[in-house]
């Protein structure tokens, strides 16, 4: 199948804020989430978004949706060194195991 | 807070050895799967299983096999370690559920094992 995209890597400097963008595939995909991975462990959810919302609040974390462009972000605010980690975006297509992007680093600089 | 566990968490090993890498979750989920992840890479499917004496083959081509005779339990076997499975294996499971609506999505959300990290020598 096509392949989920994001970029590799980002770098910011704490207190600012991240955006990490996504780009899927399937214009029918209902659901739309963002992990993240920390060193050496699994997968934590952040949050997921409905494709009938444009955007999701929780926090510190903005999640935008562009149905149109197929387009996911995930905005962090007031970044802290405690956010360096591997984000990941994935789209559910149908029942069937969610496809994942290849994961955007973040690095946040004291 | 998921409650998926994987053990063992770190596995050094001899080429040529048998391992079963387990894996359990307490949720009652239906689907569970296994991926395959070099550190600080991308992460890919190799087996998945819908329930009880279901499994099937992910995207990437995989050596291991799986079972699934009870619903909170989806071990994968290496029948002969080489060097070339070192790598980080992580399990995941989710609830069956379908459809679009609010209630069904949270059934839709893979929870994440602490992973295994298996070296090969």
């Known amino acids: 199948g096509e392949d989920v995209e994001q970029s590799l890597f980002l770098s910011v400097r704490e207190g600012d804020s991240s955006v990490i963008n996504c780009t899927y595939t399937?214009?029918?995909?209902?659901?739309l989430y963002w992990y993240k991975q920390e060193p050496g462990a699994g997968l934590q959810l952040l949050t997921y978004?409905?494709?009938?919302?444009d955007m999701k609040q929780d926090q510190r974390l903005t999640v935008l949706l562009n149905k149109k462009d197929k387009h996911l972000s995930l905005r962090i605010a007031d970044t802290q060194t405690g956010d360096s980690a591997i984000y990941f975006c994935?789209?559910?297509?149908?029942?069937?195991?969610?496809?994942f992007g290849k994961g955007t680093r973040l690095s946040v600089i004291a | 807070e998921a409650d998926i566990y994987q053990t063992p968490r770190y596995l050094v090993i001899g080429t040529g050895k048998k391992i079963t890498l387990e894996c359990s979750q307490t949720m009652g989920h239906d689907k569970m799967y296994w991926y395959q992840q070099d550190p600080g890479m991308e992460l890919h499917l190799i087996h998945y299983s819908y329930g009880v004496n279901s499994t099937e083959k992910g995207d990437l081509s995989s050596e291991s096999t799986v079972s699934r005779i009870r619903t909170e339990h989806f071990p994968l076997t290496l029948e002969s370690a080489r060097p070339s499975h070192t790598s980080q294996y992580l399990c995941?499971?989710?609830?069956?559920?379908?459809?679009?609506?609010?209630?069904?999505?949270?059934?839709?959300?893979?929870?994440f094992g602490a992973g295994t990290r298996l070296s090969v020598l």
């Open positions: 978004i409905f494709s009938n919302m």
């Open positions: 994935a789209e559910r297509r149908g029942n069937t195991p969610l496809v």
């Open positions: 399937d214009s029918s995909s209902t659901y």
């Open positions: 995941a499971s989710s609830e069956m559920g379908s459809g679009a609506s609010t209630q069904n999505t949270a059934k839709n959300i893979q929870y």
